[in-house]
């Protein structure tokens, strides 16, 4: 099962279904729904001079986000002609069936989605990389970047998988604000099995 939750503090973790999953799985949408998700409220001109998108992409798109419920208004933050948009939920998850129970096309949406959410895991990494010198020290000494190869069980993985969970889970709302010296730590897991000749 794959699951993320992230900074929108007030949301729900959302189980994506056939629909929902129709109408996310889509390059640009989840770049848009991740944009709004970690850097808060937004125009459709902001969010496509931000992802190097036209407007009028970036207006379709977002339309479409919000037709699936994953968006919503920021009345608070209109100021003027411009339509402001907010995330609705911190997070989302879906069951494995979609991936095997679904028909062709639903699992080809899934699929889809989590490689691009694979993509997107990879660019936040390569992109810390690429600016690290631009951090602190303290900083540059608190990162990670590992692997470990086990001999598991699924029971044993899945159990494995849930304890991580939990531990990143404790550390949710302990967090230091920026002007203490802290900044949003991103944490990815992975777990699968390996090909072994």
Known sequence: MFGGMDEQPDGQVRSLDARSLRGLAHPLRMRLLDALR??????????AEKLGESSG???????????????EDAPEHGKGRERWWQAVHRGLSFDDALLTEAGPELRGAADMFLHEVANTQTRDLSTWLG?????????????DMSSATLSLTPELTLELIGRMHALVDEYRDRG??????????????????????
Do not use: C
């Open 38 to 47: 970690f850097g808060g409220p937004a125009t459709a001109s902001r969010l």
């Open 57 to 71: 992409a970036t207006s379709y798109h977002l339309r479409q986000l919000a037709a699936h419920g994953f968006i």
């Open 131 to 143: 600016s690290r010198t631009a951090w602190s020290e303290e900083w540059n000494r608190s990162w």
């Open 176 to 197: 230091g604000a920026e002007d203490d010296g802290g900044a949003r730590v991103r944490v990815h897991t992975h777990a699968f099995p390996l090909t072994t000749e």
